[in-house]
């Protein structure tokens, strides 16, 4: 296997381990095929990060969930994101995932009941604390549509640079 190659694979294993974001497999990986499968290219287009694809676990409810005042639902963030492109937006949504740390950014995905499976899902980064999972927040940041960090993570829409606020309970 060239030097490039190796690089690589070992680059978008510590990539895929750090961001928690792994597929795990039913078996075990074939590391002598993975080997001899051709790199990636420029010309291949890229494949989106994959955003949590189960339903939130029983103990995340997505009921009752109010639109932040002046603010818009996930579904609506991904239905404009090319007119919201670069405008700052407020969401209010419940956390489902996180990953701190991950660039040098807190991450985590925010929900709020909209939306259907792939526009359901709102990728949030910040500098701040990062939230439970399962915190009602209210998210304001940059709105950045398709976004591409290489290495197969795109996102359709994500909310860069974001202040988060977690809210007590009962207050949406």
Aim: charge should be negative; aromatic fraction near 2%.
């Amino acid at each position: 296997m060239s030097k490039a190659i190796h690089g690589s694979v070992l680059a978008l294993t510590l990539i895929a381990i750090l961001s928690g974001c792994s597929k795990k497999d039913s078996g075990t990986t074939d590391t002598k095929a993975a080997a001899e499968q051709p790199a990636a290219t420029a010309a291949q287009p890229a494949q989106p990060h994959p955003v949590p694809s189960v339903s939130p676990g029983p103990d995340i409810d997505l009921t009752g969930i109010a639109k932040a005042e002046g603010g818009k639902t996930v579904a609506e963030l991904f239905a404009g994101k090319d007119q919201l492109a670069g405008q700052q937006v407020t969401v209010r949504g419940k956390v489902v995932k996180t990953n701190a740390g991950v660039m040098g950014k807190n991450w985590l995905h925010v929900r709020d009941g909209s939306g259907e499976e792939g526009t359901n899902d709102l990728t949030v980064t910040t500098a701040g604390d990062l939230p439970k999972v399962g915190d009602v927040v209210v998210v304001t940041g940059n709105v950045t549509a398709n976004k591409d960090f290489g290495m197969g993570y795109t996102y359709p829409v994500i909310l860069e640079d974001a202040e988060v606020k977690a809210e007590a309970a009962g207050s949406q």
